[in-house]
């Protein structure tokens, strides 16, 4: 993707417009769109207002510290809204469990507390 298409993408969730159909209009999924605007801003990054993105080497990180971890070695996102409860996230079912509720809880806690997890 060119950079001034990814301009655009990011000024469309900018102003509000939803991940999914903003990433719709580039042909790509929200995990994609997610992963592209993310770019490398290390283990935790907000992707828009309410949005954590956290990178693979993040999950890496956050696996070493939770033995038996069921999250595979992948980014996830998860979403919040204005009251800190998740609305939405890219864990597939077969992912979800413990360990991905206390990555979610570590995201909700560093984007609304400003609290950094010790595997970040």
Known sequence: MEREELESMRRLIENGEPLSSTAAQFG????????????????LSEVSPGKVRVSQEG???????WPGARLRSRSYWFEYDSRGDLVDTDVPEH?????????????????????TPEWA
Do not use: Q
């Not at 999950?59 to 510290?65: L, N």
């Not at 979800?96 to 809880?105: E, K, R, V």
């Open 28 to 43: 790509l999924t929200p995990g994609e769109a997610s992963e592209l605007l993310a770019g490398d801003d290390g283990p």
């Open 59 to 65: 999950v890496d990180a956050f696996r070493a510290r």
């Open 95 to 115: 992912d979800d469990g413990p360990d991905s509720a206390a990555m979610a809880d570590d995201c909700r806690a560093w984007l609304f507390d400003d609290e």
